[in-house]
């Protein structure tokens, strides 16, 4: 069965510092993979989304950037976070019109 | 853009009864609809997919897609307090979900 992987779970940060949230999936090959950020109390919003390796499409202009470096691993990166990033960021796979599937979430808070 | 729109909620509803939920989208040439839930601070789980015009039912669960009037629906049957959470529908891209609607079973 296939099984989704994301940390950490909570993360604080501080205003300028990197970030790096790492995403894996286990008993697929080459599927779709997002990511999404939620504020409190909305909806979804994508930010990047992968149909392959190295095929990164971003939703959302924004100091984050994605990468996907193997088929199963999915990266969101920032260099400098701003207040405005923290949330709960989820990560979330599927096969071509079927449906996502959601890792845990990362909540990300910026002190 | 395809659009995927909730109806305003928060959603109160007794025990036992049936609670409504309805998505209407953009674009008629989404296929597919899927309905996940969202317990507070956790993330959505799927709980049903509908792919074609008519129902799909799942338990308690009713999955309703009119093509003609582009809206998706989501029945719950006999609403019990451990339904209450946030409801979120997506077409079948998935690059675009509904907002949510937030739903109570008051006991």
């Known amino acids: 069965s296939q099984t989704i992987h994301q940390w950490p779970a909570t993360l604080v940060q501080p205003v300028g510092s990197p970030l790096s949230l790492e995403c894996t999936v286990e008993g697929t090959s080459n599927p779709n993979l997002y990511w999404y950020r939620q504020a409190a109390g909305r909806g979804l919003q994508l930010l990047f989304y992968s149909v392959g390796i190295g095929q990164i499409s971003s939703e959302v202009p924004q100091n984050l950037s994605a990468s996907r470096p193997q088929d199963r691993q999915f990266i969101l990166s920032s260099k400098k976070l701003l207040l405005s990033d923290s949330g709960f960021y989820l990560c979330?796979?599927?096969?071509?019109?079927?449906?996502?599937?959601f890792g845990d979430g990362t909540r990300l808070s910026i002190l | 853009q395809k659009e995927v729109e909730q109806n305003s909620g928060p959603l109160s509803v007794p025990e036992g009864a049936i609670a409504s939920l309805n998505c209407t989208y953009s674009?008629?040439?989404?296929?597919?609809f899927f309905w996940y839930r969202q317990y507070s601070g956790k993330s959505p789980e799927l709980i049903m997919s509908i792919y074609s015009n008519g129902d799909q039912e799942d338990g308690r669960f009713t999955a309703q897609l009119n093509k003609a009037s582009q809206y998706v629906s989501l029945l719950i049957r006999d609403s019990q307090p451990s339904d209450s959470a946030t409801y979120l529908c997506a077409e079948q891209g998935q690059l675009t979900f509904g907002s949510g609607t937030q739903l109570t079973v008051l006991p």
């Open positions: 979330a796979w599927s096969v071509t019109n079927q449906p996502q599937h």
């Open positions: 674009d008629r040439g989404s296929q597919s």
